[in-house]
């Protein structure tokens, strides 16, 4: 038993110092040698290209009762860098029960660029985002669709810069940076600045894992619809495009910047979502595990579907080397090192105006995702039946 014992719990140490520390730092050096194809910049792409050679695009936006935000996003499409007649929108109201549609209706109303190019279309019964997705991707006729968030705001040039891409016949989904305008914590901050250098190495070595709903863009004709209960639809939809062999793409230039602040609840609760997609897709998308994707694979199980039973190896590791201590100075180390950092979550937990620091949020962040995250893989696991999605009020 002692022998079973500290295999399991050397195994969960091993993967959690692994998927924390030992696979970001080989990424950086992978990514480093690794040889990413040479490609012209934006300026020097869009000077040797007419407006009428850009691809059309529809820009696609579902919304659930985001009244306050939906007429801002709208202007904001509309003032992209972006040809007026290569480019559509589409304001997809899902049920809404606020004035969501109304404002919608009054901001097209109101602006002369948005004649003949809006369309807002008012669903009276909350389907779901997925399903929304399913629907009006199906029913665009353009080259690309751009699926963005009402809450996140494009830099002008952000549709210019992904578009280029797409000339590339091999390429199918193309996202970029995303940027807090207010973090709701230090340790919020330092996750997304980990986050953006990740994703960037993972792009070089085996294409984007993923995608941020705030936007990305995805070749119309490379669409195939999702499970109308998928929870994480903007790393689904990437995903399935890329199992189909076309090419993911991270683009730095891409911006995309969050203008809705998050309080430590707010992000608990959309982590407990994300962690019952991180499941989902950890099952369903078992596949993605297959050699024959390379890069891909390999950046797949180190990250996503780690992520997916992180929180169980960590209960493993932890009560592991607990058990283990008293005849071992090894698993003693463990236990200690392992407790000292939960023992740190908790106290910032309880008085979080105290100067804990830096390195006090940060692992109090990460143990409380961590938490967030096992709380709602076991979710899905006890009720994989998902509703219609549901607007976490900041």
């Known amino acids: 038993m002692s022998v079973f014992l500290e295999s399991v719990t050397l195994a969960a140490t091993g993967l959690v110092a692994y998927h924390h520390a030992f696979y970001p730092a080989l990424l950086r050096v992978i990514a480093r040698r690794g040889n990413e194809p040479a490609k012209a910049s934006g300026r020097d792409f869009l000077a040797t290209m007419a407006d009428s050679d850009l691809p059309s695009v529809t820009v696609l936006v579902p919304a659930y009762n985001e009244e306050k935000a939906i007429a801002q996003k709208i202007a904001n499409i509309l003032s992209l860098d972006y040809p007026a007649d290569r480019l559509e929108l589409r304001i997809i109201c899902d049920g809404c029960t606020d004035e969501t549609y109304a404002e919608a209706s009054r901001a097209v109303e109101f602006d002369e660029q948005a004649l003949g190019r809006v369309t807002v279309v008012n669903c009276l019964e909350n389907r779901g985002k997925t399903a929304v997705l399913n629907e009006q991707i199906e029913r665009c006729d353009t080259d690309l669709v751009a699926l963005t968030d009402t809450s996140s705001i494009l830099a002008i040039d952000a549709l210019l810069h ?194 804990w620091g830096r390195v006090g949020r940060t692992v109090h962040y990460l143990v409380q995702a961590h938490v967030a995250n096992g709380i709602g893989a076991l979710d899905y696991l006890r009720n994989p039946k998902r509703g219609p999605w549901r607007r976490i009020v900041t």
């Open 162 to 355: 992904a578009a280029r891409h797409f000339a590339d016949w091999r390429v199918g989904v193309v996202s970029g940076t995303y940027q807090l305008m207010e973090p709701g914590s230090a340790g919020e901050a330092a996750y997304w600045r980990f986050q953006t250098a990740m994703k960037a190495a993972e792009a070089r070595i085996g294409g984007l894992i993923g995608a941020h709903g705030a936007f990305y863009v995805i070749r119309r004709s490379s669409f195939r619809p999702i499970p109308a209960d998928t929870i994480n639809d903007d790393f689904v939809i990437p995903m399935c495009i890329a199992a189909n062999g076309l090419r993911t793409v991270y683009d730095p230039e891409v911006l995309t910047y969050e203008l809705d602040g998050t309080s430590l609840s707010v992000d608990r609760q959309r982590r407990k979502r994300i962690g019952a997609g991180n499941m989902q897709q950890a099952i369903r998308l078992v596949g993605l595990l297959h050699p024959r994707h390379g890069g891909m694979a390999f950046a797949f199980f180190s990250s996503k579907f780690l992520r997916a039973f992180m929180p169980l190896i960590l209960v493993l590791a932890w009560l592991g080397s607990l058990a283990l201590a008293p005849t071992s100075p090894v698993f003693a180390v463990l236990a200690a090192g392992q407790s000292a950092g939960y023992l740190l979550a908790a106290l910032v937990q309880i008085a979080p105006g105290l100067p």
